[in-house]
């Protein structure tokens, strides 16, 4: 299909459940696009309704099979002396939003609200996150970016 950029709008979360006994949730995201991974800041002392308001970039390839394009986002709970705790998920397919950047050149999911759930599929909470998706650069500014090889092999 081509490339282009998947831009991930991270807004905030609603009634995730406190996995601390002590203290309040410092809950943060990590956000996986197929090996891609993005970690958003610590939102310390925000406990259950935690604001990020944070935009991720990740490059996107030829896309092949449905199932690698699936945005996943993992809520986590920092710790400072222990293991981060495992808060939920959510995952977005964005699949449509790729094929629609494809043909369109761009292509969009407003922000809107995710279930967040444990492995088991149990609700735990809620995610509002937004995707762009917009196709590949021109190709004179790609030449740019990739340092002006091009241009050594010229006369």
Not at 65 to 87: C, N, P, R, S, Y
Not at 109 to 115: N, V
Not at 134 to 152: C, D, I, Q, R, V
Request: overall charge negative; some cysteine; glycine content about 10%.
């Amino acid at each position: 299909m081509g490339k282009g950029i998947l831009e991930v709008q991270l807004i905030d979360a609603k009634g995730l459940a406190s996995t601390d006994f002590l203290g309040d949730t410092d809950p943060y995201v990590l956000i996986q696009y197929r090996s891609q991974e993005r970690k958003s800041s610590i939102c310390r002392g925000q406990g259950s309704n935690p604001s990020w308001n944070e935009t991720f970039k990740f490059v996107v390839h030829s896309p092949s099979g449905e199932h690698q394009h699936k945005l996943i986002l993992k809520l986590m709970d920092h710790d400072t002396f222990t293991a981060d705790d495992f808060m939920g998920e959510a995952t977005i397919n964005v699949m449509d939003v790729i094929a629609l950047g494809m043909e369109n050149g761009i292509g969009e999911l407003r922000p809107c609200k995710h279930r967040v759930v444990l492995a088991d599929g149990t609700y735990c909470g809620e995610i509002r996150v937004g995707v762009k998706f917009t196709t590949e650069m021109k190709e004179e500014e790609e030449e740019e970016e990739l340092g002006g090889w091009k241009h050594s092999f010229r006369s």
